[in-house]
């Protein structure tokens, strides 16, 4: 009432994040963030029972320094995917996060144990954990899969990263009939929302 042109300021602001955090309160808006298509409201929901005919599949980003993570991902009749679980060990998103120091053997172990009772087709594995760092031993890749967890190796050809990122702006993007993105995440994979 004080200022009519209040929220005319605000919808002119500069940048999308400044317009998202000051005019809806949406502080999950920073300025250059890797995918801003993300939203709390939109591509996060509550847990439910994966249909038993729904593909599914995992995919694990290792590190014992930073951070190891496997995401299981389920994708529904109408092609969109849900990533229904995390797993996540080693070194912290930030320093407030605690993850238990886990070996390559001890993770694989982990993820068998947590999938035991899925329908998991195949699990996807950076290709570097493939590689032989100067010891005579397994490498990190053989190491899980001496217990028994299997992966393709990831594509590491030329574009391959840039290629996934603008899949992944596709995945979260609203389409214009459906009004809905084609990548939800269960709201019990905090690491992954807080990497977004």
């Known amino acids: 009432e004080n200022n009519p042109q209040y929220l005319a300021i605000l919808a002119s602001l500069p940048t999308d994040a400044l317009r998202k955090a000051w005019l809806y309160g949406d502080w999950d808006a920073i300025e250059g963030m890797a995918f801003p298509e993300f939203d709390n409201n939109i591509h996060v929901v509550q847990p439910f029972k994966i249909p038993r005919g729904w593909m599914k599949f995992r995919g694990c980003d290792w590190g014992f320094a930073s951070m190891a993570c496997c995401l299981w991902l389920a994708v529904d009749y109408d092609n969109n995917i849900y990533v229904y679980r995390e797993y996540a060990a080693n070194g912290p998103i930030d320093r407030n996060d605690v993850r238990p120091k886990q070996t390559a053997d001890v993770f694989a172990r982990s993820i068998l144990e947590l999938e035991k009772d899925d329908q998991v087709r195949y699990g996807v594995l950076d290709v570097s954990t493939w590689a032989h ?46 009004k809905k993105p084609k990548i939800f995440i269960f709201n019990t994979c905090k690491s992954l929302i807080k990497c977004l």
């Open 133 to 178: 760092r100067g010891d005579n031993g397994p490498s990190l890749a053989e190491e899980m899969e001496m217990q028994g967890c299997f992966w393709r190796q990831s594509d590491r050809s030329p574009g391959s990263r840039k290629a996934a990122k603008v899949l992944m702006h596709k995945l979260l993007k609203i389409d214009e009939y459906t």
